[in-house]
């Protein structure tokens, strides 16, 4: 290049500049179209597969009105929600329910709403609640996707789904969040992001108050756990909060930390192996286990992490953070014990006794 500064004259050398920088705008422009194009055609599919699912329904359904109905056995009625919370873990662990979704015959099923928008109309929650109900077809089945939770129970619905969800340290998940749209993963690395090109630091952000690490972006896990009330989004509502741990104890079978996600995955194995059954294992030897890791991330600085801390909705979002690994930790202690540094399930310990009459 130094001996092209040499023999060019410097006319030819801005006519040689200007040419490259067209091209790499004419190659990054093309790059998007192709992206824009094969989400396009990736939705298209899903539609495409969604339909002809749907008519086997509706023809089932009619074959069904003419023959007697055949119940479902109970291990097969069954619908677990995982509504994940962005850079939480989730991808990592949803790979393992498709690892084993065929070894333990039960289907998954992703949520792919428009823009990743986390509160779904009212039309598209009945029809959500009538699928998740209805679709014999897909059962046993497991949903995921990044949607905040649902209350069944509004709808009429007899069998409710079993929720669990996976929560992490909120800065933890921010600073994540940040380098991701700027990076990407190693799941994807090929994809373009959102703020692609920013080399701008989450340290440098927070000095400056920049709007990708200001407070209010911490505001999510709550939200996520509150559900669809229009006060679970309003930043800083001490409802939500409480509600959001409402929700998680009443309405969660269980709620883990990305901090000790295997803990979690065993003690799903334990309490759901119709799902689960060779999960740990699989976390402990699969490649798949830490798949997707995000790129050129640097850990805050203790400056940065005490000016976030300084903010209510840090607080307030800590505060519900602490309150699920409590709830964890609890249920862990009284279903796991640890030996020589591995953790090992307890065995049953209730009985039955006494049982009248004897004939």
């Not at 004259?9 to 500049?17: C, I």
């Amino acid at each position: 290049m130094g001996l092209l500064r040499v023999m060019m004259p410097p006319k030819f050398q801005l006519l040689a500049l200007l040419a490259f920088a067209v091209a790499m705008f004419f190659l990054e422009n093309q790059i998007q179209k192709l992206e824009e194009s094969r989400g396009k055609l990736e939705r298209a599919i899903a539609r495409h597969e969604v339909r002809e699912i749907e008519q086997r329904h509706t023809q089932d359904g009619l074959r069904e009105r003419e023959a007697p109905a055949s119940a479902l056995s109970e291990s097969e009625d069954v619908v677990i929600i995982y509504n994940r919370v962005p850079k939480t873990a989730s991808t990592s662990f949803t790979n393992i329910a498709y690892d084993l979704c065929g070894k333990n015959h039960y289907h998954v099923l992703h949520i792919n709403t428009t823009k990743n928008n986390p509160v779904m109309s009212i039309q598209d929650q009945v029809r959500f609640v009538k699928n998740v109900t209805e679709w014999r077809e897909m059962k046993p089945a497991f949903y995921h996707g990044h949607v905040s939770f649902l209350d069944f129970t509004k709808f009429g619905v007899k069998r409710k789904p079993i929720y669990i969800n996976v929560i992490r340290d909120p800065i933890e998940r921010l600073v994540s969040y940040y380098y991701f749209l700027r990076f990407g993963d190693d799941y994807r690395p090929g994809l373009r992001r959102r703020k692609q090109g920013d080399k701008k630091t989450f340290d440098e952000c927070v000095s400056a108050g920049g709007s990708d690490c200001a407070p209010e972006k911490l505001w999510l896990q709550i939200p996520f756990f509150c559900g669809h009330y229009s006060e679970c989004w309003n930043v800083g509502s001490h409802w939500a909060l409480e509600q959001a741990k409402y929700n998680l104890v009443n309405e969660y079978l269980l709620v883990g930390v990305t901090e000790e996600l295997e803990d979690f995955v065993m003690m799903l194995e334990a309490a759901l192996p119709r799902f689960f059954k060779g999960a740990t294992e699989l976390y402990k030897t699969g490649k798949k286990s830490h798949l997707r890791k995000t790129s050129e991330k640097k850990p805050p600085t203790k400056e940065s992490i005490a000016k976030l801390q300084q903010s209510a909705i840090w607080k307030m979002e800590n505060e519900f953070y602490e309150f699920a690994l409590e709830q964890f930790q609890f249920v862990r202690a009284h279903a796991v014990r640890e030996k020589d540094g591995e953790l090992y399930l307890l065995a049953q310990n209730f009985f039955y006794e006494k049982i009248y009459p004897k004939n």
